[in-house]
């Protein structure tokens, strides 16, 4: 059974960082991608990055490009989501999930290619 746990949320002033963690298990590694999304209040859930375990190739939304970082650890099986210059407006409820090898990259992050979800995880930018 797949298993998506996120952690590293919490609350950061403007401009500050976060590194949020998506550890897997219960898959095979490098026949998936992980993407992350996040959904803040009242809005609709976003597609802001993927990475393919097999070959490491990324993708970003415009909302963050530039300023997150995703990256992968092979002997951990743990995705990682470096936040940088964080806005208020990137406050949200942050999942990662399970995705086919052909999801990641493809131009567009797009919740409905994926499966398996985590429970997601809550970061607020505030002052």
């Known amino acids: 059974q797949v298993q998506l746990v996120e952690s590293g949320g919490g609350l950061v002033q403007p401009g500050g960082s976060l590194r949020l963690s998506c550890a897997a298990s219960?898959?095979?590694?490098?026949?998936?991608?992980i993407g992350w999304f996040r959904q803040a209040p009242g809005k609709e859930r976003e597609g802001i990055s993927c990475i393919s375990l097999s070959n490491g190739r990324t993708d970003y939304s415009d909302s963050v490009k530039g300023r997150f970082t995703i990256s992968r650890d092979n002997a951990k099986h743990t995705v990682y989501l470096q936040m940088n210059s964080l806005k208020p407006e990137d406050t949200a409820v942050y999942y990662c999930?399970?995705?086919?090898?052909?999801?990641?990259?493809?131009?567009?992050?797009?919740?409905?290619?994926?499966?398996?979800w985590g429970q997601g995880t809550q970061v607020t930018v505030s002052s």
């Open positions: 999930a399970r995705g086919p090898l052909w999801a990641c990259p493809s131009g567009s992050i797009k919740e409905n290619e994926y499966d398996s």
């Open positions: 219960g898959l095979i590694w490098r026949f998936h991608a």
